[in-house]
């Protein structure tokens, strides 16, 4: 039997409207189960970046461990340790110096450098009475940007901003991929070009090598590690006093040098 055209609309029409009316229980039930399996899965997503975090927190905590387990206060008898031709603020003839051997990545070098360096620069390296060398001593098993910023900071030297460089890396420590360190160099006014040449080039990694390798014959197995003594009259070397592992409070420094300044009054 055939259905006339009349008919055969409305009956289509219906038809398509009971499909929609049935499917929709179905799709009311999935968007819920939708909702929670995206909910779950951002749950994940957050735990693994808590998990990846948390790992690298143990990760330096286990490298600030193994770095003072160093003697703290009392280095090895007859210990010298030699500044080089390295970067230093202060009156180059101090009666004391003061090596850093650090790292740009590790959060304790941060540390000291916002806690305790602006004091130890205000009390006693602005007022002739240390001399503070600064030593490249990167991590590079834990720290996978610690080399090439050591390297951008040598690279800024040569343009006479090693320190504006120094501090800038430090202020921005989370921003240290090799290609974020142009913008640090645009930033505090280099050439751009001579910069990247300097950096593409490697020229300073033998450098830091070496402060790495004089580091670990010190003793240094991790940073900070600073060493407080009284530089030979060549200027080359420096006989230790002491040795101050991990980002001390100013305190300590403070009494080291006092300390220091006492004995050499004797």
């Known amino acids: 039997m055939r259905l006339g055209r009349n008919f055969a609309k409305p009956l289509l029409l219906s038809f398509l409207v009971l499909t929609v ?25 957050e735990l693994r970046e808590t998990q990846k975090a948390m790992q690298k927190e143990l990760q330096e905590i286990k490298a600030f461990l193994q770095g ?27 009666k004391l110096t003061l090596i850093e051997f650090s790292d740009y990545q590790c959060p304790f070098c941060v540390r000291h450098f916002r806690e305790t360096l602006p004091q130890l620069e205000r009390e006693y390296i602005n007022t002739g009475k240390v001399k503070y060398v600064f030593r490249d001593f990167p991590i590079e098993s834990i720290h996978r940007d610690a080399f090439k910023a050591a390297e951008a900071a040598n690279c ?73 003594g009284v530089q030979d009259s060549d200027g080359e070397n420096v006989k230790v006093l002491r040795a101050i592992v991990g980002a001390q409070p100013y305190v300590q420094f403070k009494e080291a040098i006092e300390s220091a300044l006492s004995q050499m009054k004797k």
């Open 156 to 228: 800024a030297g040569e343009q006479g901003k090693y320190w504006q460089m120094h501090d800038r890396l430090f202020q921005n420590q989370n921003q240290l991929g090799v290609e974020e360190l142009p913008k640090h160099a645009q930033a505090i006014g280099l050439s751009l070009s001579a910069f990247q040449q300097c950096l593409d080039s490697g020229k300073h990694a033998a450098e830091i090598r070496k402060d790495m390798e004089h580091g670990q014959r010190a003793g240094v197995n991790g940073t900070p590690t600073f060493f407080l």
């Open 68 to 94: 003072s387990a160093a003697p703290s206060s009392l280095p090895p008898a007859n210990l010298t340790v030699s500044v080089d031709d390295n970067p230093f603020k202060g009156d180059k003839s101090a």
């Open 21 to 45: 009316l049935l499917s929709t229980p179905l799709r009311a039930q999935q968007d819920p189960i939708r909702q929670e399996l995206k909910a779950l899965q951002k749950q994940m997503d």
